[in-house]
């Protein structure tokens, strides 16, 4: 089972943590990211109507890497990740509401991962929260 892990390099440790395990954010994110290689899966068709109809920039929500360091290349993309947190949180913020609006399209292509709406609402929470202190944010991934 993946697992998915929110760094931030703000002083203080983030006080907001997952509310439950948060592997479908590997899923969401990973599918979003494959949308540019025609990935059909319901979690990619989401990031397409996110995208497209709602038009959010989810560029920092796809900003993620594998923390499995084998060669150089990892070590500097693992670096390359790290982002400011506001328009992460922006982006999450837009995701989270859009999820919540109730359209019949989304809740179908959420239905089968009932907890992703749940871990984004915990990932925003964290966003917002290093957002507020100016910090930089990372998201990595361990499968």
Same mark, same amino acid.
């Given at each position: +089972?993946p697992?998915f892990?929110?760094?931030t #390099?703000?002083v203080d440790?983030?006080p907001v943590?997952? $509310?439950?395990?948060?592997? *479908?954010? *590997?899923?969401?994110?990973s /599918?979003?990211f494959?949308?540019?290689? $025609?990935s @059909?899966h319901?979690?990619?068709?989401?990031?397409? /109507?996110l995208?497209g109809?709602?038009k959010?920039?989810?560029?920092?929500l796809?900003?993620?890497?594998?923390?499995? *360091?084998?060669?150089?290349? #990892?070590?500097? !993309? /693992?670096?390359?990740v790290? @982002?400011?947190?506001?328009?992460?949180?922006?982006?999450? #913020?837009?995701?989270?509401?859009? /999820?919540e609006? $109730?359209d !019949?399209?989304v809740?179908a292509?959420?239905?089968e991962?009932?907890?992703?709406?749940?871990?984004?609402?915990?990932l925003?929470? +964290?966003?917002?929260?290093?957002?507020e202190?100016?910090?930089? *944010?990372r +998201?990595?991934f !361990?499968l």
């Open positions: +089972m697992s892990f929110f760094e #390099d703000a440790p983030c943590a997952f $509310g439950a395990d948060a592997a *479908v954010l *590997v899923y969401f994110l /599918l979003a494959s949308v540019r290689y $025609g @059909q319901e979690l990619s068709r989401l990031a397409l /109507l995208r109809e709602y959010i920039d989810l560029g920092p796809i900003t993620f890497a594998d923390r499995d *360091v084998e060669v150089e290349a #990892d070590a500097i !993309e /693992l670096e390359r790290w @982002q400011d947190a506001p328009p992460l949180a922006a982006a999450l #913020d837009r995701v989270v509401a859009a /999820l609006a $109730g !019949e399209r809740t292509l959420i239905a991962f009932p907890d992703l709406l749940a871990r984004l609402r915990d925003h929470r +964290m966003t917002a929260w290093a957002a202190r100016g910090a930089r *944010v +998201m990595t !361990e």
